[in-house]
């Protein structure tokens, strides 16, 4: 159940630029005047700008893109599954998950950060992670699975990544295989899934899934190397209506219903039919080096199907590729 302060929040964000009266709100949620009072201070305490004028009420003005878990649980259409942390700065939320997994922590924690110091996508790579300027979270997962789920988990991350994208900034985003979101020939979004396993059972003991998504411009750009490969959903500096909790809330309302019954691959169709690389030349690339082929299909376990130069075909179920422009 929603907490009073995000449960007003809510009532306040969509009422829009509308007042609404103190003991109104009382009624709506149940509690007191003074209760309504104290929760309002509370979000203000967070960053939240709301007004209060005499005769007329509360509303939220210029709320921005403030990123809090009061903002996220406002959105969350899915109830009493997620418990959701955010923090000012993390190393990488999937490390911090990682290591809260291993205490115990229950199914669908979810940590988000403002930035992040050593976020981190797949092969050892870089994921530049600025404060204010996307999201960057991770959810705690466990499926006990055979370990032939993991790249399941990372395909519905992609669609729901895709579905919240175009429901919440109305972007057309691509899915390159495994796990990236692409604006035309651009990265916007990295999915990187950690999986812990019992050696014994061989069973997937826990699934730690990060996300991260360029919402706006960075200040100064993207770094060097990333620069011709990476690009924001918006051209903006800035945020704007809460875009950024709207968005994390859509990722994981549209990741639960895939991954309730993860068996019936209901997001696979679409995955399909987003992918960027179906037909196409890419170089693949492992630990082990580059090599040219060309991409056939994507089989029912989200692997990749390419034929390599001397015609012979592999299936790619690690590792990753790029597209030979």
């Known amino acids: ?50 007004a209060a004028v005499t005769n007329k009420g509360y509303r939220v003005e210029g709320s921005g893109d403030m990123l809090s878990a009061d903002g996220i649980y406002a959105f969350l259409k899915t109830k009493g599954i997620f418990s959701v942390q955010v923090k000012k700065s993390v190393t990488s939320t999937n490390t911090l998950l990682r290591g809260l997994a291993a205490e115990g922590a229950p199914e669908g924690y979810v940590l988000a950060a403002e930035e992040q110091t050593a976020g981190k996508g797949r092969l050892g790579r870089a994921f530049h992670s600025p404060a204010g300027h996307g999201i960057y979270f991770s959810v705690l997962l466990r499926p006990g699975s055979k370990t032939d789920v993991a790249p399941l988990i990372t395909s519905a991350a992609a669609v729901a990544a895709a579905r919240a994208v175009e429901e919440v900034l109305g972007v057309s985003v691509g899915i390159k295989w495994v796990n990236d979101l692409f604006v035309g ?36 750009g993207f770094p060097g ?101």
Not at 23 to 37: I, Y
Not at 240 to 252: E, G, K, P, T
Not at 291 to 318: F, P
Request: proline share 1%; net charge negative.
């Open 1 to 50: 159940m929603l907490n009073l302060r995000a449960r007003l929040l809510q009532l306040l964000e969509n009422r829009g630029s509308d007042y609404t009266s103190g003991a109104a709100l009382a009624q709506e949620l149940g509690v007191s005047r003074n209760a309504v009072w104290k929760a309002v201070e509370a979000l203000r305490s967070e960053g939240y700008s709301i």
């Open 185 to 220: 020939e651009k990265k916007v979004c990295g999915i990187l899934t950690e999986a812990a396993f019992d050696m014994e059972s061989g069973l997937i003991e826990s699934a730690v899934l990060g996300i991260g998504i360029n919402i706006t411009r960075p200040d100064e």
């Open 225 to 325: 190397e990333l620069r011709d490969v990476a690009t924001s959903l918006t051209d903006r500096d800035v945020g704007m209506d809460s875009q950024r909790v709207r968005l994390i809330a859509a990722v994981l309302d549209n990741f639960w219903l895939f991954y309730q019954d993860l068996g019936k691959r209901e997001f696979l169709d679409e995955y399909r039919a987003r992918s960027i690389v179906l037909g196409r030349s890419v170089n693949v690339i492992s630990y082990e080096g580059s090599k040219v082929a060309r991409v056939i299909e994507i089989d029912d376990d989200c692997g990749l199907v390419v034929e390599l130069a001397d015609g012979e075909q592999t299936t790619l179920s690690s590792g990753d590729v790029s597209i030979r422009l």
